[in-house]
T-cell receptor, first 114, second 113 residues
Framework: AQSVTQPDIHITVSEGASLELRCNYS??????LFWYVQSPGQGLQLLLK??????LVQGIKGFEAEFKRSQSSFNLRKPSVHWSDAAEYFC????????????FGTGTRLKVLA | GAGVSQSPRYKVAKRGQDVALRCDPI?????LFWYQQALGQGPEFLTY????????KSGLPSDRFFAERPEGSVSTLKIQRTQQEDSAVYLC???????????FGNGTRLTVT
């Protein structure tokens, strides 16, 4: 069955520190992979996506993610966190051929200490 | 341009009432999705439209849930005889096509008392 696991429910980092949010997926075919961010009371904003090609993808707000097929992972990273990055982050997976049932993880809530 | 717009932002309904939630997708977006996000959870798929055609409604939790998109633009999610377990944020998303990322609205928070 298709699934997305985000093992960390909460993460706290100090401003300026590096960040890595974990995402593991289970999918029968080559997936589309996404990271979304959700601020309180807001909808989800796309940070970055992986469809094919280079396994290291760059996104907005200085985020990047690396697709590792052998580990079924798509971890999100940022070298230096800003206080405004505090939010909830969702990893999602979809099929490469015309499906629409994106499956979301349960999210990781990021807290940034000043 | 304008993003996905949802209304109302908040809705409080007494158990047993019917509610209607509206979604205005980005102009020209063919695909429209409804997701349900319970507290502390990720969004879960409810239903999908391609233009006016509802191609998948397998995620709708019961026959009290009904969605439509009659002219291929605005969509309405209707919940009849609301129950407390229907309390959640209902997110609408649209995309240019199936291979494009989703653009989400800010959601409607439904509270059933």
């Amino acid at each position: 069955a298709q699934s997305v696991t985000q093992p960390d429910i909460h993460i706290t980092v100090s401003e300026g520190a590096s960040l890595e949010l974990r995402c593991n997926y289970s999918y029968g075919a080559t997936p589309y992979l996404f990271w979304y961010v959700q601020s309180p009371g807001q909808g989800l904003q796309l940070l970055l996506k992986y469809f094919s090609g280079d396994t290291l993808v760059q996104g907005i707000k200085g985020f990047e993610a690396e697709f590792k097929r052998s580990q079924s992972s798509f971890n999100l990273r940022k070298p230096s966190v800003h206080w405004s990055d505090a939010a909830e982050y969702f990893c999602a997976v979809g099929a490469t051929s015309g499906t629409y049932k994106y499956i979301f993880g349960t999210g990781t809530r990021l807290k940034v200490l000043a | 341009g304008a993003g996905v717009s949802q209304s109302p932002r908040y809705k409080v309904a007494k158990r047993g009432q019917d509610v209607a939630l509206r979604c205005d997708p980005i102009s020209g977006h063919v695909s429209l999705f409804w997701y349900q996000q319970a507290l502390g959870q990720g969004p879960e798929f409810l239903t999908y439209f391609q233009n006016e055609a509802q191609l998948d409604k397998s995620g709708l939790p019961s026959d009290r849930f009904f969605a439509e998109r009659p002219e291929g633009s605005v969509s309405t999610l209707k919940i009849q005889r609301t129950q407390q377990e229907d309390s959640a944020v209902y997110l609408c998303a649209s995309s240019l096509d199936l291979n494009s990322p989703l653009h989400f609205g800010n959601g409607t928070r439904l509270t059933v008392t």
